[in-house]
């Protein structure tokens, strides 16, 4: 089984922090639908009997701005060329702006009946100043207006939130989190704010008008919202994502396992493991136009794609499954799968990783501790290469 991606690269202004490629400019959705019609065409052809699929994420960007008949070709075009059969999750993304009042609602019926299962919504923060520093184009009546409207249309409703933002006071991290779990939300995603290059937020770090939060400052954060979100029905099940019972991101775990992902749109990335020992990975052309207008033409807008060989595969394989914290790195299927025997290779890390209070080893396992989620990145680097 397989997932389907699709970026949406239309916003109305650019956040403080994002590195994504979006356009606040170009909002032509009539040839954006049109070329990405014709990419879903021309992939499904590829990869429909080769990649059923198990999910399909609609995101961006703001998915939605979009009109409901721009996002139902959107869809469609997922059902008219890939098999759809076995099709159990289908996400698309949202902003709170965009869902206040009765459009909004109308939008999310529409998204509703054309098989949205769960909405992704940007929410970031539900303090109008931590909003003005990110620039981001909703205040915090909207935030919660829109994840209201969420709940109420579609139900299953993921919240992303940002800590780590300069000066926002701790009991505001609190709040938000409070406030997420209040509203109904069924999945919590929660990041640490990140310094990115070519970004607004880097330029700032830079000029010395932004100081980043500490390290010591972002753990207490991230280990507070580990236990506040444990104590009121979320499962921690994986570094940045929390969910109740039966309310995890399928779409997401596909990234986290390898699974096949086939990205349609401008910079969306693709992954297809050709064989136990090699893979490929690539992107589209990070240019609106350009895309259209090779998609349109017949031509492949892909502009890189590179082959992954055994032993990056597997170090992916260790990365990417130490993040999954109730499952855990499987160690039967590193083994398996890519030919790693961890608790031999790796003896002394583990041990000595284990011993720090940053995993917990079992014969079959190798999981995270909160404390190890929390410095998640340093912890895998020590168990590869």
Not at 88 to 100: K, M
Not at 214 to 226: A, K, M, V
Request: net charge negative; with cysteine; proline share 4%.
């Amino acid at each position: 089984m397989a997932g389907l991606y699709v970026h949406v690269p239309f916003c109305s202004q650019r956040c403080v922090y994002c590195d994504f490629y979006v356009t606040t400019t170009n909002r032509d959705e009539g040839s954006f639908v049109r070329a990405l019609v014709a990419e879903a065409e021309r992939l499904g052809a590829e990869y429909r009997d080769r990649a059923p699929l198990a999910t399909l994420y609609v995101g961006g960007g703001t998915p939605s701005l979009l009109s409901p008949d721009a996002l139902a070709a959107v869809v469609g075009a997922a059902h008219d060329h890939w098999d759809t059969s076995g099709l159990a999750e289908v996400t698309v993304e949202a902003n709170p702006e965009d869902l206040a009042g009765p459009e909004g609602a109308a939008w999310l019926r529409a998204a509703r009946d054309l098989g949205a299962t769960r909405v992704s919504l940007g929410v970031q923060s539900f303090f109008d100043d931590d909003l003005a520093f990110m620039t981001r184009a909703h205040d915090a009546a909207q935030a919660e207006a829109g994840v209201r409207a969420a709940v109420r249309e579609i139900g299953d409703v993921s919240v992303d939130l940002i800590f780590g933002v300069p000066d926002q006071p701790f009991e505001h991290w609190g709040a938000n989190l409070q406030k997420a779990v209040r509203l109904g939300a069924s999945h919590v995603s929660c990041y640490s704010l990140t310094v990115e290059d070519k970004t607004p937020l880097r330029r700032m770090v830079d000029l010395g008008r932004v100081v980043p939060e500490g390290d010591e400052e972002l753990r207490r954060r991230f280990l507070f919202t580990h236990d506040y979100l444990g104590e009121h029905g979320f499962e921690h099940y994986e570094v940045s994502s929390f969910a109740r019972p039966g309310h995890r991101s399928r779409h997401n775990e596909g990234y986290w396992t390898h699974q096949t992902m086939i990205g349609l749109g401008p910079s969306a990335h693709s992954f297809w493991r050709e064989t136990r020992s090699r893979g490929w990975r690539w992107a589209d052309l990070a240019h609106l136009g350009r895309w259209q207008g090779l998609v349109l033409a017949g031509e492949s807008p892909v502009e890189w794609r590179e082959q992954i060989d055994a032993d990056a595969l597997a170090d992916e394989a260790v990365l990417l499954g130490l993040r999954r914290l109730v499952d855990g790195l499987d160690l039967d299927r590193l083994e398996r799968d890519y030919g790693v025997d961890l608790l031999r290779d790796r003896r002394a890390e583990l041990a000595a990783l284990e011993g720090a209070g940053l995993l917990a080893v079992t014969p079959d396992r190798v999981r995270l501790t909160a404390e190890g989620a929390a410095v998640a990145d340093a912890v895998a680097l020590k168990l590869v290469g």
